[in-house]
């Protein structure tokens, strides 16, 4: 993964756009911010299966969690400071 700047505070396709948005995901490949899947546009999913890539974050603040699209897994932070399955 890329070493990725901190998330937008805005989803900027849905700025440009004119639209609105519900919460805000990061993709793990590139860094770009988008809106998430409650939010009128999708605009992060859109942009997973435009660009192939799998992994995003919540770039909400106070939230900790990581989803990969192809295998529709949760992730949360491991103890060693990357991502491990979380699993019920």
Known sequence: ??????PATVCQ?????GSSWVHLRQCLVC??????????N???TA???QTGHALIRSAQPGEQWAWCYPDEAFFVPGEDGGWELFEE
């Not at 993964?1 to 901190?6: I, K, R």
């Not at 770009?32 to 009128?40: E, F, M, R, V």
């Open 1 to 6: 993964m890329a070493d990725l700047p901190a």
């Open 13 to 17: 396709t849905c700025v440009d756009m």
């Open 31 to 40: 860094g770009q911010t988008a809106c998430c899947d409650n939010s009128p």
């Open 42 to 44: 999708r605009h992060a």
């Open 47 to 49: 942009h997973s299966r």
